[in-house]
């Protein structure tokens, strides 16, 4: 391993004794730092269902960051009002909170 293993806590756990370092992707391929493409066939939860960098999330995030970031929960913001209507709008009105206020 290299000496960035040193730098990593213990749970950044790597597979392999050289790990690659990704710089970019799209869709289902990514490349390393020194340019060299693999497809993807061991991504993460999002990057299975959704690749890299598809231009429809990209343009989402950057949307939502140029609106605001971040913030705690004891606030309401749109995206989450929308996700609670839309998530009561799949479960037929019958999605309820444990515990939350009626």
């Known amino acids: 391993m290299g000496p960035e293993a040193e730098l990593l806590f213990p749970a950044v756990a790597h597979y392999y004794r050289e790990p690659l370092t990704l710089v970019r992707g799209r869709g289902s391929w990514v490349v390393d730092s020194d340019g060299r493409e693999y497809l993807d ?23 939502q960051a140029q609106a605001l970031c971040h913030t705690s929960t004891l606030y309401h913001t749109p995206a989450m009002l929308a996700a609670a209507h839309r998530y009561q709008q799949l479960t037929d009105g019958h999605l309820r909170i444990p515990g939350a206020a009626t």
């Open 41 to 63: 066939l061991f991504g993460g939860i999002l990057t299975v269902s959704l690749g890299h960098a598809q231009p429809e999330v990209v343009e989402a995030i950057v949307a």
